[in-house]
């Protein structure tokens, strides 16, 4: 398996705590975050990729998707914070080679008073951990 996923992890962080310095940042699933804002990066793929395959057996690149929350508790600025922290993780995960595939404002059910959106990326890393938009 290819993995970069601690390097794209901290590349991430460091930009969000660049504008957000009280931002808490996770790569684990959060059901109530435990401050606010919150930032949660998710690897949620790592598939083989079998059109880059030959006969050596092995993995010559890894077809990724992340998946990135932002949650703000902020009565008045909520969908502004996200937004703009949202914004920077965007433009992270565009530095590290990856295309958003959507990104957009859900219903946070677990409390209606707190706002997020959520981001979804993809790319493909080859074993010499070089990132590829496709």
Known sequence: MIDIEIDV??????AVS?????AYVTSRYVLKPPSFPCVV?????NLS???R???SGKEKAS???WQAQVFSNSEQHGKRECKQIMG???DAMNMAGFARVVCRQVDNSADPTITRMVAEFTATADSALRVYRR
């Open 18 to 22: 660049a504008v957000s310095p009280d």
């Open 49 to 51: 990729d079998e059109r």
């Open 88 to 90: 920077t993780v965007c």
């Open 63 to 65: 077809r990724l998707r």
């Open 41 to 45: 990066l998710i690897e949620t793929s």
């Open 9 to 14: 992890f901290d590349q991430v962080a460091r």
């Open 53 to 55: 395959a030959d006969s």
